[in-house]
């Protein structure tokens, strides 16, 4: 089986023992179209229960970026168009493949050559094995739209100590390879110039081929220039008390300072809530439902068609957020983004997630 999207967007393929999925938008930094999202999940649905299909080998086009996330141009043009069930139905079906990838039954390798960002970032670590080249990097900027980190970012990060978690998501911290294996995401590496003959290896020799992981660390999970002023910051309750200790650090703390004084305030509270929530479930399949909640209503708020502006329409990068940053958000502020206590999508629900973070 070989096959293309209609605009050449992604590419799918039998080779060897492997099916490979190629994402081919190397001028939109390889975002995921609505074509992209059903073709990937039809073609792991296809594979399942075919034998000659051992693993699958995931990919990209262009060597910028892997991917970089969702294609969020497309959901806020179905908000411009009034169609809300469309726009919230992309973001479904990008939650659902992040689902399927984590709970594929056979091995699923991601390549990671250029970055991972936002829904590109769950798409390589939600797989099974995922290798990056020292071109790989990794970040969750979605704050600074009005949006949150999403695509099980939250269930990602859980197993990180709460202040380093809260740092990565509200700064949107750009994480190089080695800064990933630091802290435990992913385990295996190799030269971005050695990745066509690692494909052609796979593909002919199955998952034998892929390279050794790297030791685990038995040390805690740590992350390079997270200084201790970072930490007891990043361990306050909410955001302006973040930015209160912030102020009175060194130069690391004003470039976080700067970070989330540039992001939406309603976003920043919503993401501390989505990464409480998944430390206390432990499931991606949670930490998927409350995302959905929450980004099903951020759709329609004015942060995010201010953040969209201010980013991709005007590109000012002077969005105007509805409320200031010192504003100290109540339970009752929140409530309307928030899941019913104790309930979980009957899309996404299904049996316990196990982590396989950093395989």
Partial sequence: MS???????????????AGRITLNRPRALNMLSEAMLSGIASALH????????????????GGRAFCAGGDIAAVHGRMVQGDIDGARGHCLAEYRLDLALARYPKPVVALIDGVAMGGGLGLALHASHPVASERASFAMPECG???????????LL???????????????????AEAAVSLGLLRRRIASADLPE??????????????????ESTAAPALPGFAPELE???????????????????????????????????????TLGALAHARRQGSLE??????????????????????????????????????????????????????????????????????????
Avoid at 158 to 176: H, M, Q, V
Avoid at 198 to 215: F, K, Y
Avoid at 291 to 317: C, K, N
């Fill in 3 to 17: 096959a293309a999207s209609p605009d050449g967007e992604f590419l799918v393929r039998r080779q060897g023992r």
């Fill in 46 to 61: 296809d594979w399942r229960a075919d034998p000659a299909i051992e693993l699958v080998v995931m990919d990209a086009v």
């Fill in 145 to 155: 739209i009005g949006w949150i980190p999403d695509s099980g970012a939250s269930h």
């Fill in 158 to 176: 859980s197993d990180l100590p709460a202040p380093l978690a809260a740092f990565i998501a509200l700064t949107g911290e750009k994480l190089g």
């Fill in 198 to 215: 690692l494909t052609e290896a796979l593909c002919a020799q199955g998952i034998a081929a892929l390279p050794a992981s790297l030791p």
């Fill in 232 to 270: 007891h910051a990043f361990a306050a309750p909410d955001v302006p008390e973040i930015l209160a200790r912030l102020d009175s650090g060194g130069e690391a703390c004003a470039r976080a300072a700067r970070s989330l004084l540039k992001a939406s305030p309603l976003a920043l509270a919503l």
């Fill in 286 to 359: 949670a930490a998927l439902g409350f995302e959905y909640a929450v980004v099903s209503q951020l759709l329609i708020h004015p942060d995010f068609t201010e953040g969209i502006r201010a980013a991709m329409i005007d590109r000012d990068r002077r969005p105007a957020w509805t409320l200031a940053h010192t504003h100290r958000f109540t339970p009752a502020d929140l409530a309307p983004f928030l899941p019913a206590p104790g309930t979980l999508l009957p899309a996404l629900a299904g049996p316990r997630n196990v982590s396989r973070k950093g395989t």
